[in-house]
C-alpha cells in the first residue's frame, strides 16, 4: 500500500518542491534571469535593502513627530485657550494710566541735577589731574 520508507518520502516531498519552484520560475522571468545573474541579484537584494531602510527611517520619523505632537497637544490647548481669553477679554480689563505729568517733570528735574553734579564733578577732576601734572 504505502511505502514508508524514509528515502521515497523524502523523494516525493523534493519532487513536489521542486515543482512548485520550477512553475513559479516559469510563469516569473524576470527571477529566473535574477538567479541565472548572481551578481544582478546581489545589487537588486542589496537596493531593495536600503530602500526599505529609507522606509523604515521614514516611518519612525513620522511616528516620533506625531507622538511628539501628541505629548505637546495639552500645553498647545491650554495656551490657545488662555491667549483667546485674554483677547476676549482685554476690552474689559482697565487700561493701564500713563505717569501723571507732575511725576515726569520730577524725574527730569532731578535728571538735570545729576548731569550739572555729573558736569561739575568733572571739571573739579580735570582741575585735580591738570595740578598733578604740574607737580610732576
Do not use: C
Request: hydrophobic fraction near 55%; glycine fraction near 4%; avoid cysteine.
Amino acid at each position: 500500500m504505502f511505502d514508508w520508507s524514509g528515502q521515497s518520502l523524502l523523494d516525493n516531498l523534493w519532487k513536489s518542491l521542486t515543482a512548485l519552484l520550477q512553475d513559479w520560475i516559469a510563469q516569473h522571468p524576470l527571477a529566473a534571469w535574477l538567479l541565472a545573474h548572481p551578481l544582478w541579484l546581489l545589487a537588486a537584494v542589496l537596493l531593495a535593502l536600503f530602500l526599505f531602510a529609507g522606509l523604515l527611517r521614514a516611518v519612525a520619523g513620522l511616528t516620533e513627530r506625531f507622538w511628539l505632537l501628541l505629548l505637546k497637544l495639552p500645553i498647545l490647548l491650554a495656551e490657545g485657550i488662555w491667549w483667546m481669553s485674554w483677547r476676549l477679554l482685554r476690552p474689559f480689563l482697565p487700561a493701564s494710566k500713563p505717569p501723571p505729568a507732575n511725576r515726569l517733570s520730577e524725574v527730569l528735574a532731578r535728571l538735570e541735577a545729576l548731569h550739572q553734579e555729573e558736569y561739575e564733578l568733572r571739571q573739579e577732576l580735570q582741575a585735580l589731574l591738570s595740578g598733578r601734572a604740574k607737580q610732576d
